[in-house]
C-alpha cells in the first residue's frame, strides 16, 4: 500500500504538504492539491484513519445500540445516521441489545472501551432498569442521545439528550382518525412501563376520547409491550375478559401486527369487524397482508439529527431534545363503523 512518503517523493514535495493536500488546507495551492490527489488516486492511496485520529486525540467514532438490526424501523434509524456519519468523516459501531436492559449496558460498555466520541441509543427502556445504563456513561462522560424514547428520569443526566417523534400527537391522531370513522368503543395496546413514547401515545388517546366526549375506561387498555409477540398475547388478553370494541390503538406497528393475526386466529376480519392503528410506518405497515393505518415517524431524519445532536454535545454545546412531526397516513385497516 503506498504511503505519503512516497507520493511525495514522486511529486518532489515535503510529506506534510502531501498531507496538507489530501485534506484540502488552505495553505497549499489549487494545483498542488490536484497534483496530489491525481498521484493518490493513481496508487488507490487509503488514508491510516487510526494514525490520524491519534494525533488529533480523537478517535472518529461514533456507537450505535438499537434492539435488533435487522427490524426495518431501527434500520432506517441507522441508515439516517451512517449517512450523517459519512458526511462528518466518521465512523458508526453498531451493536444490538436485543431489548435486554443487561446486554444494552454490555454493548455501552465494550463501546466505551473502544473510545466512542459520543453514543446514539434506542433504549431497552424497562421501568426497574429504565437508568441504569445511563448511569454507567455517566461516569465516561461520552455524549449520549436517545432515539425513538427515553425513560422517565433522563432529564436528570447532563449528558443525556434525546430525538423523539410528536407522540402525544400520534397517539391523539391515531384516536381521532377512528373516532371520525365512528368508533366509540376503542382500545389501546400500551408500550413498556416508563417509556416516554409509550406514555406519550397513551395520553394522546385520552386527549382524543375526552375532546369527542367519549368516556375513558381502563378496562380497554392493556399492556403490549413492542414486538409481534407482545400484540398478540394482549389482544387474546382482550379477547379473553370479552372487553367490548370495535378497534383498536396500538403502540407501534409490530403490536398493531400481532393484535391482527390474533383476531384472524379467532375469526374476526380487519377491517370488516375490528379497525387497527399502528405506530412508526415501517415497512411491515406497508407490506403486511392487510396494509396498516398508521401514524408516520421520520424516522431517517432521526437518526441523521440524533447524530449531528451527538457532535453538538461532543463539541461542548448546549442542546435541547428534539420532537419530530408525525402524520395519520391511511390504508386499509380501517374503515368506517
Not at 385520552?206 to 403490549?224: C, H, I, S, T
Not at 410506518?281 to 431524519?301: C, F, H, N, S
Request: proline letters at 4%.
Amino acid at each position: 500500500m503506498s504511503t505519503l512518503k512516497e507520493i511525495a517523493a514522486t511529486l518532489d514535495l515535503s510529506v506534510m504538504a502531501v498531507s496538507k493536500a489530501l485534506r484540502d488546507a488552505p495553505d497549499i495551492s489549487v494545483g498542488t492539491k490536484a497534483r496530489v490527489q491525481a498521484e493518490a488516486r493513481r496508487r488507490n492511496y487509503i488514508p491510516n484513519r487510526a494514525a490520524q485520529n491519534l494525533r488529533l486525540r480523537r478517535s472518529g467514532l461514533i456507537g450505535i445500540v438499537v434492539p435488533q438490526i435487522n427490524h426495518t424501523y431501527y434500520s432506517h434509524l441507522i441508515w439516517g445516521a451512517e449517512r450523517q456519519a459519512e458526511a462528518v468523516d466518521m465512523q458508526i459501531l453498531l451493536a444490538a441489545s436485543l431489548d435486554r436492559a443487561e446486554t444494552e449496558m454490555r454493548e455501552v460498555q465494550k463501546l466505551i472501551a473502544r473510545q466512542v466520541e459520543a453514543i446514539l441509543l434506542v433504549p431497552a427502556v424497562r421501568w426497574q432498569h429504565r437508568l441504569a445504563t445511563l448511569e454507567l456513561i455517566r461516569a465516561s462522560s461520552v455524549p449520549v442521545v436517545l432515539l425513538d424514547a427515553y425513560p422517565a428520569g433522563a432529564e436528570r443526566f447532563p449528558n443525556v439528550s434525546w430525538v423523539v417523534s410528536d407522540d402525544e400527537r400520534g397517539g391523539q391522531i391515531a384516536t381521532e382518525h377512528l373516532l371520525e370513522l365512528g368508533h366509540k368503543d376503542i382500545l389501546f395496546l400500551a408500550g413498556p412501563n416508563g417509556s416516554s413514547s409509550s406514555a406519550g401515545r397513551f395520553s394522546g388517546y385520552q386527549r382524543a376520547l375526552a375532546a369527542a366526549g367519549v368516556p375513558y375506561a381502563d378496562e380497554r387498555v392493556f399492556l403490549a409491550d413492542k414486538d409481534i409477540d407482545a400484540g398478540r398475547k394482549a389482544m387474546s388478553q382482550a379477547l379473553s375478559e370479552k372487553v367490548r370494541f370495535t378497534a383498536l390503538v396500538a403502540y407501534n406497528d409490530s403490536v398493531a401486527i400481532g393484535a391482527a393475526e390474533a383476531l384472524a386466529q379467532q375469526g374476526f376480519r380487519v377491517p370488516e369487524d375490528v379497525s387497527i392503528v399502528g405506530f412508526g410506518d415501517g415497512m411491515m405497515a406497508t407490506y403486511y397482508r392487510v396494509p396498516l393505518t398508521t401514524v408516520r415517524v421520520a424516522q431517517t431524519e432521526m437518526g441523521e439529527k440524533a447524530l449531528r445532536l451527538a457532535l453538538e454535545m461532543q463539541r461542548g454545546k448546549t442542546v435541547q431534545p428534539r420532537v419530530l412531526p408525525v402524520e395519520i397516513i391511511v390504508r386499509e385497516s380501517t374503515k368506517k363503523r
